[in-house]
């Protein structure tokens, strides 16, 4: 199986900060990651595919980088209405989600 | 849109079964181009795969999982369903059913969630 790691595991930021997130995976994945977002109650959403490919329809501040083990989701601006959990997922092998970073807003 | 919809019993005994049916509308769940997925996250932890089913009736299942799983498809119906026995307090979450593309293996669309939980 691969595991997948997620750091931070929570943060809090102010609205209009740049956040960073990085995901790891336990073996080369090549590009076979997304990245989701999950609010409370709701859903997951898809936010980017093969690592950073923008789904259609999400904001442009949303943006993915990284291949092999190391990935990282970026939101350059963050909003009042980022606040959710996010996930990356590899699909390389059987899909395997990261253990999730919550953001808080400041 | 392609709207999904899980349904089942929100309230199952320990070592009892679990049975869920996702209904798919607006879409055809025959097509060639996806997979259709179930997901669940229990209380306080993070999202976890379950399995998926092939419109050929094909499936995949998570190794913790897979002496237990049973993933179906009713092509008829436009449905697929999840049986997973002898469950136990570990297994309460909430459950999504979601297509998967066959693409990038992406989960573009995804049910509400419904939540199942084991309890005496």
């Known amino acids: 199986d691969i595991q997948m790691t997620q750091s931070p595991s929570s943060l809090s930021a102010s609205v209009g900060d740049r956040v960073t997130i990085t995901c790891r995976a336990s073996?080369?994945?090549?590009?076979?990651l997304s990245w989701y977002q999950h609010k409370p109650g709701k859903a997951p959403k898809l936010l980017i595919y093969?690592?950073?490919s923008l789904q259609s329809g999400v904001p442009s501040r949303f943006s993915g980088s990284g291949s092999e083990t190391d990935f990282t989701l970026t939101i350059s601006s963050l909003q009042p209405e980022d606040l959710a959990t996010y996930y990356c997922?590899?699909?390389?092998?059987?899909?395997?989600f990261g253990p999730g970073t919550k953001v808080d807003i400041k | 849109q392609v709207p999904l919809q899980e349904s089942g019993p929100g309230l199952v005994k320990p070592s009892q079964t679990l049975s869920l049916t996702c209904t798919v509308s607006?879409?055809?769940?025959?097509?060639?181009?996806?997979?259709w997925s179930w997901i669940r996250q229990p209380a306080g932890k993070g999202l976890e795969w379950i399995g998926r089913?092939?419109?050929?009736?094909?499936?995949n299942y998570s190794p913790s999982l897979n002496s237990r799983l049973t993933i179906s498809i009713d092509t008829s119906k436009n449905q697929f369903s999840l049986i997973l026995t002898s469950v136990t307090a570990a297994d309460t979450a909430v459950y999504y059913c979601?297509?998967?593309?066959?693409?990038?293996?992406?989960?573009?669309?995804w049910g509400q969630g419904t939540l199942v939980t084991v309890s005496s």
């Open positions: 979601a297509r998967e593309d066959t693409g990038w293996n992406t989960f573009d669309y």
């Open positions: 607006g879409g055809s769940i025959r097509s060639s181009n996806y997979y």
């Open positions: 089913v092939y419109p050929s009736g094909s499936t």
């Open positions: 073996q080369n994945i090549y590009t076979y």
């Open positions: 093969a690592a950073s």
């Open positions: 997922k590899q699909t390389y092998s059987t899909p395997s």
